[in-house]
């Protein structure tokens, strides 16, 4: 139980789009979903936190305009980046906690989306 | 604030050889903590665990022992395997305004050879 799945697993887009990532929680209701950055050789660096239903929190240092998060229910949340530039190409990776029969802080790692900006 | 500090790889060893992997911690109050594994390409998936000290968390051979007097957690094993080439990642949950998100170390990547 609590698989977490990210969808695409990899994307190539031209710089100046937009591009949309899906996070989602396939077995349990995910009351929280974090999303992180980890760029080459790299520990994973938290983006932001959003809870369903409401607003995400960002960390210092990201561009809210830029990586929009929405968490409009409790088993799917988005990440979509905003006029995406290379510098923006890295590996995303999502994870979500909730209503699970274990530990209700344990969070779920997502396989994670490879973005590269052309 | 709270942090995560552990050894920096590469780390290579010979197929059986004994692995650790070291960690240290600085935290307020008992933290949980965590050994997570990432295999290339992929996310990360939860290692071991323990949640106070002394506490033992294995998994797969691999063990962790939270010693709260030395805020260390080394990862431990007794004969690595070839498909035990990973990035392993310490991290610890803490309490508070963190709302218990975690917080990583750098990552060690572990290299073993045939």
């Known amino acids: 139980g609590a698989v977490v799945s990210q969808h695409p697993s990899r994307v190539i887009c031209k710089s100046g789009t937009s591009v949309k990532i899906e996070c989602r929680s396939l077995d349990f209701q995910a009351t929280t979903m974090f999303w992180y950055r980890q760029f080459p050789k790299q520990s994973l660096m938290l983006m932001a936190t959003s809870n369903e239903g409401s607003k995400a929190t960002y960390e210092q240092g990201v561009e809210k305009d830029k990586f929009l998060i929405n968490h409009a229910s409790l088993t799917l949340s988005t990440l979509t980046v905003t006029s995406a530039h290379p510098e923006d190409s890295s590996f995303y990776i999502c994870?979500?906690?909730?209503?699970?029969?274990?530990?209700?802080?344990?969070?779920?790692f997502g396989p994670g989306t490879r973005l590269t900006v052309t | 604030g709270d942090s995560v500090t552990q050894m920096e790889g590469p780390v290579t060893l010979s197929e059986e050889a004994f692995l650790t992997i070291n960690c240290t911690y600085t935290?307020?109050?008992?933290?949980?903590l965590f050994w997570y594994v990432q295999y290339p390409g992929e996310g990360l998936q939860l290692l071991l665990k323990a949640t106070k000290a002394d506490d033992k968390g294995s998994n797969k051979g691999f063990e962790a022992t939270y010693r709260k007097e030395t805020t260390s957690f080394h990862l431990e094993k007794g004969s690595v395997q070839v498909s035990d080439s990973a990035v392993y990642f310490c991290?610890?949950?803490?309490?508070?305004?963190?709302?218990?998100?975690?917080?990583f170390g750098k990552g060690t990547k572990l290299s073993v050879k045939p």
């Open positions: 991290a610890l949950r803490g309490y508070g305004g963190s709302q218990g998100n975690l917080i």
């Open positions: 935290a307020t109050g008992y933290p949980s």
């Open positions: 994870s979500a906690r909730g209503l699970t029969s274990g530990d209700p802080y344990e969070q779920y």
